[in-house]
């Protein structure tokens, strides 16, 4: 026991681990940068740069890292770049790693939902900001595990250096070994370092992955350094249920109470699911011929023209054309892959077409003046610019911020807004969809209604021209229907927002839309006034639809 505790102070095995720590930094360093430029090769849409990458990925996680660090010590000279035995080993471990921890990154990137994403394009995210707003926070909770993984694993094989006469641990403790005899001791002493190195690494891991939990409330100090922002969580947010709504419900009521007089009630029971005679709940738009009338007046907010897009072999949309007055309300009707999600998302510019032109207030989307197409970077900025919203089936909130953050981030970030009027106009619209209280909550912790509520006050935060609504209840349970739909019936109905829906909600098209367009194969079979093509359509097709989907011809409109 003596000669252990004379080992594990001996000056010459502690200056081991010091050049042990100069390499494994340097492996790590090096690869961490090698591994950043890999994993944006294989990224990329450049074919050449992923194959490149690939190809260097392959070859340096083939081959042992001995061979490498040999590699680098002996043969380098050859070519004119003589290096010390430590900086041999630091740029062979350096390239050893950098394949490894390209894929951890790569991992961590891919691994970021790709609903978030077009979230993010459809409120006018520039890709560098996507990067550092909203794949960049996500990614580095997932990377920061296997990362500490591979610094312990680039620590121990730091060892390998002795190869090349680098002194550190594991070779200063060989010597001594070789001197005395004392084998046992030595290499005992030896490991118990190694152990408190990696345990260093793994107690670091554990304060970033801390540090990181979107659960906890990180302090004042260490804020300021995450990739966005956090305020204090209520001290009761965690302990609400999922699906606990009795507040919400409140919230609802007491809102549809301060209108002026109109009576408003639950659109729970509208399920398309429902059969037998459709009864609209809540009372439609009022005076309908005056307002096609009115209508007919005002100019095209969007213009859709000879809109052709293929999925390979497969025509989604054919041909197609589409136009929406200002302060019009649409909704979409007919069978999946009719072509409805498509067209919504070109109109949004987040999808290529093949033929076409779509314009939105007067401007033709994706093109410059002169004709040429946009890049990413400039279709994002005409995405701001332009103000089309968009509501989507799965909600797409970004997963670490806060219901808050989630409509005020992407008011400072794209529009330029300062923080405090962001957060004032976040709160306006939580309240107005019954959610201000759930502010400062995360979406994992809200049910699915209230997260598509959410989804909504975010995509009305910068005041769109045009608001798209993309099946916005198929992904919630049937109980939570009704109250999203309450949110849009009052947007439809009070605001005069353009709005494009994507529905199969009959009752709530009838109630809300002024016209319907039944798609089907790509193309308009059918559209007209909402309440006359639903009650009397004219097309087989359009009849068949209504009558699967529950309708019937016979409307009881609620007093």
Same mark, same amino acid.
């Given at each position: 026991?003596?000669?252990?505790?004379?080992?594990?102070?001996?000056?010459?095995?502690?200056?081991?681990?010091?050049?042990?720590?100069?390499?494994?930094?340097?492996?790590?360093?090096?690869?961490?940068?090698?591994?950043?430029?890999?994993?944006?090769?294989?990224?990329?849409?450049?074919?050449?740069?992923?194959?490149?990458?690939?190809?260097?990925?392959?070859?340096?996680?083939?081959?042992?890292?001995?061979?490498?660090?040999?590699?680098?010590?002996?043969?380098?000279?050859?070519?004119?770049?003589?290096?010390?035995?430590?900086?041999?080993?630091?740029?062979?471990?350096?390239?050893?790693?950098?394949?490894?921890?390209?894929?951890?990154?790569?991992?961590?990137?891919?691994?970021?939902?790709?609903?978030?994403?077009?979230?993010?394009?459809?409120?006018?995210?520039?890709?560098?900001?996507?990067?550092?707003?909203?794949?960049?926070?996500?990614?580095?909770?997932?990377?920061?595990?296997?990362?500490?993984?591979?610094?312990?694993?680039?620590?121990?094989?730091?060892?390998?250096?002795?190869?090349?006469?680098?002194?550190?641990?594991?070779?200063?403790?060989?010597?001594?070994?070789?001197?005395?005899?004392?084998?046992?001791?030595?290499?005992?002493?030896?490991?118990?370092?190694?152990?408190?190195?990696?345990?260093?690494?793994?107690?670091?891991?554990?304060?970033?992955?801390?540090?990181?939990?979107?659960?906890?409330?990180?302090?004042?100090?260490?804020?300021?350094?995450?990739?966005?922002?956090?305020?204090?969580?209520?001290?009761?947010?965690?302990?609400?249920?999922?699906?606990?709504?009795?507040?919400?419900?409140?919230?609802?009521?007491?809102?549809?109470?301060?209108?002026?007089?109109?009576?408003?009630?639950?659109?729970?029971?509208?399920?398309?699911?429902?059969? *037998?005679?459709?009864?609209?709940?809540?009372?439609?738009?009022?005076?309908?011929?005056?307002?096609?009338?009115?209508?007919?007046?005002?100019?095209?907010?969007?213009?859709?023209?000879?809109?052709?897009?293929?999925?390979?072999?497969?025509?989604?949309?054919?041909?197609?054309?589409?136009?929406?007055?200002?302060?019009?309300?649409?909704?979409?009707?007919?069978?999946?892959?009719?072509?409805?999600?498509?067209?919504?998302?070109?109109?949004?510019?987040?999808?290529?077409?093949?033929?076409?032109?779509?314009?939105?207030?007067?401007?033709?989307?994706?093109?410059?003046?002169?004709?040429?197409?946009?890049?990413?970077?400039?279709?994002?900025?005409?995405?701001?610019?332009?103000?089309?919203?968009?509501?989507?089936?799965?909600?797409?909130?970004?997963?670490?911020?806060?219901?808050?953050?989630?409509?005020?981030?992407?008011?400072?970030?794209?529009?330029?807004?300062?923080?405090?009027?962001?957060?004032?106009?976040?709160?306006?619209?939580?309240?107005?969809?019954?959610?201000?209280?759930?502010?400062?909550?995360?979406?994992?912790?809200?049910?699915?209604?209230?997260?598509?509520?959410?989804?909504?006050?975010?995509?009305?935060?910068?005041?769109?021209?045009?608001?798209?609504?993309?099946?916005?209840?198929?992904?919630?349970?049937?109980?939570?229907?009704?109250?999203?739909?309450?949110?849009?019936?009052?947007?439809?109905?009070?605001? *005069?927002?353009?709005?494009?829906?994507?529905?199969?909600?009959?009752?709530?098209?009838?109630?809300?839309?002024?016209?319907?367009?039944?798609?089907?194969?790509?193309?308009?079979?059918?559209?007209?006034?909402?309440?006359?093509?639903?009650?009397?359509?004219?097309?087989?097709?359009?009849?068949?639809?209504?009558?699967?989907?529950?309708?019937?011809?016979?409307?009881?409109?609620?007093?």
């Amino acid at each position: 026991m003596d000669l252990f505790l004379h080992y594990l102070s001996l000056p010459y095995l502690l200056r081991g681990i010091g050049f042990t720590i100069a390499v494994t930094a340097l492996g790590l360093a090096g690869g961490l940068l090698v591994g950043v430029v890999l994993a944006a090769m294989q990224l990329s849409k450049v074919g050449p740069l992923a194959v490149i990458a690939r190809g260097y990925t392959v070859i340096f996680r083939g081959t042992p890292l001995i061979l490498q660090l040999v590699f680098a010590y002996d043969a380098l000279p050859h070519i004119g770049l003589k290096l010390s035995a430590l900086g041999a080993a630091g740029l062979a471990l350096a390239a050893n790693e950098g394949p490894f921890i390209a894929e951890i990154l790569r991992a961590g990137v891919l691994g970021v939902d790709r609903g978030q994403l077009l979230a993010g394009q459809a409120l006018g995210m520039t890709p560098a900001v996507l990067l550092r707003r909203v794949i960049s926070p996500q990614a580095i909770r997932t990377i920061v595990p296997a990362l500490g993984n591979e610094s312990v694993s680039a620590l121990k094989n730091s060892s390998l250096a002795s190869v090349i006469a680098v002194d550190e641990l594991t070779l200063r403790s060989t010597q001594l070994a070789s001197s005395t005899f004392d084998f046992f001791s030595i290499f005992f002493a030896s490991g118990l370092m190694y152990l408190v190195l990696t345990g260093a690494i793994a107690m670091i891991q554990l304060m970033a992955e801390a540090a990181l939990d979107l659960d906890r409330t990180p302090s004042d100090r260490f804020a300021r350094f995450l990739p966005w922002r956090r305020a204090a969580r209520a001290e009761n947010d965690a302990g609400q249920s999922n699906h606990g709504r009795a507040g919400d419900e409140a919230a609802i009521a007491a809102v549809q109470s301060a209108e002026n007089g109109q009576t408003t009630t639950s659109t729970t029971d509208s399920q398309t699911s429902s059969r *037998g005679p459709l009864r609209v709940v809540g009372a439609p738009r009022p005076d309908r011929a005056k307002r096609y009338a009115e209508l007919a007046q005002r100019p095209a907010a969007v213009r859709v023209m000879g809109l052709h897009k293929r999925y390979g072999k497969q025509t989604v949309l054919d041909r197609f054309d589409l136009t929406v007055q200002s302060g019009e309300v649409i909704a979409l009707l007919g069978p999946s892959g009719s072509g409805k999600s498509t067209l919504l998302r070109c109109i949004n510019h987040l999808e290529q077409w093949d033929a076409g032109q779509i314009h939105v207030g007067g401007r033709r989307l994706g093109y410059r003046e002169d004709g040429r197409p946009m890049n990413a970077r400039d279709i994002a900025n005409e995405r701001a610019s332009v103000g089309v919203g968009m509501v989507f089936q799965q909600f797409n909130l970004f997963s670490h911020l806060s219901a808050r953050e989630n409509i005020a981030g992407p008011l400072r970030w794209v529009h330029g807004m300062n923080a405090a009027a962001a957060d004032r106009r976040a709160y306006e619209l939580l309240d107005r969809v019954g959610l201000s209280h759930r502010a400062d909550a995360l979406p994992r912790h809200l049910s699915g209604g209230q997260q598509q509520r959410v989804a909504i006050a975010r995509a009305l935060a910068p005041n769109p021209r045009v608001l798209l609504l993309d099946e916005p209840t198929s992904a919630l349970d049937p109980e939570l229907v009704g109250e999203v739909l309450e949110v849009i019936r009052r947007l439809a109905l009070e605001d *005069g927002l353009t709005m494009i829906i994507s529905t199969h909600q009959l009752r709530f098209a009838d109630q809300v839309a002024d016209r319907v367009v039944f798609m089907s194969g790509g193309n308009v079979v059918e559209e007209g006034p909402a309440h006359e093509l639903l009650t009397r359509p004219r097309h087989p097709l359009t009849t068949r639809f209504l009558n699967v989907m529950g309708a019937d011809t016979r409307f009881e409109v609620a007093p």
